[in-house]
T-cell receptor, first 116, second 115 residues
Framework: DAMVIQNPRYQVTQFGKPVTLSCSQT?????MYWYQQKSSQAPKLLFH???????NEADTPDNFQSRRPNTSFCFLDIRSPGLGDAAMYLC???????????????FGPGTRLTVL | AQSVTQPDIHITVSEGASLELRCNYS??????LFWYVQSPGQGLQLLLK??????LVQGIKGFEAEFKRSQSSFNLRKPSVHWSDAAEYFC?????????????FGTGTRLTIIP
């Protein structure tokens, strides 16, 4: 049973053409994360939501935005993709238990973005 | 800020042989340590984690890891690898602030299994 679902699995877009990646979860977790992973590199956290509270990493470019309309869904919007934005984008969730730092992150299979 | 070093970019092991993947961390307080595995084209899956208590942690798929504070290490081991273990392995350290949002990954170790 899929717990963290990402759509599409593969996305091709043109340079400068806005693109939206989707993530949904069946775990009812409070926290959702977006990571960018380039080839042979570690995942890099872009931002996360704790419930509706948005937390942006300081080095995340303004070109990247996110929306979380409800607990289950989270979207990554790339307003004007550049060639350097080609990567695997991973969505993850965790329970976000208050005051207890024991949460495992559950990852989706990722969306591979190609920019032409 | 915390950091993670995985000194081995690529390791090749014969099927049935033992495995040890190295991980060194830097963090001023008690670390929260994780090992994740990523199969090609897939997301990450948690193998095991350490927060406190017994320094030898058992995980899924027959993996274990040992936390050594004196060496700032959290090496992953498996006594006998299977061809299906071929994947990328990431060690990660978390900051002990609220939530799990500050998870810093190492650059990963790619494991190749030969017959």
């Amino acid at each position: 049973d899929a717990m963290v679902i990402q759509n599409p699995r593969y996305q091709v877009t043109q340079f400068g053409k806005p693109v939206t990646l989707s993530c949904s979860q069946t775990l009812n977790h409070n926290v959702m994360y977006w990571y960018q992973q380039k080839s042979s590199q570690a995942p890099k956290l872009l931002f996360h939501y704790y419930d509706k509270d948005f937390n942006n990493e300081a080095d995340t470019p303004d070109n990247f935005q996110s929306r979380r309309p409800n607990t289950s869904f989270c979207f990554l919007d790339i307003r004007s993709p550049g060639l350097g934005d080609a990567a695997m984008y991973l969505c993850a969730t965790s329970e976000g238990a208050l005051g207890v730092w024991t949460d495992t992150q559950y990852f989706g299979p990722g969306t591979r973005l190609t920019v032409l | 800020a915390q950091s993670v070093t995985q000194p081995d970019i690529h390791i090749t092991v014969s099927e049935g042989a033992s495995l040890e993947l190295r991980c060194n961390y830097s963090y001023g307080a008690t670390p929260y340590l994780f090992w994740y595995v990523q199969s090609p084209g897939q997301g990450l899956q948690l193998l095991l984690k350490y927060f406190s208590g017994d320094t030898l942690v058992q995980g899924i798929k027959g993996f274990e890891a040992e936390f050594k504070r004196s060496q700032s290490s959290f090496n992953l081991r498996k006594p006998s690898v299977h061809w299906s273990d071929a994947a990328e392995y990431f060690c990660a350290v978390g900051a002990s602030n609220f939530g799990n949002e500050k998870l810093t990954f190492g650059t990963g170790t790619r494991l190749t299994i030969i017959p």
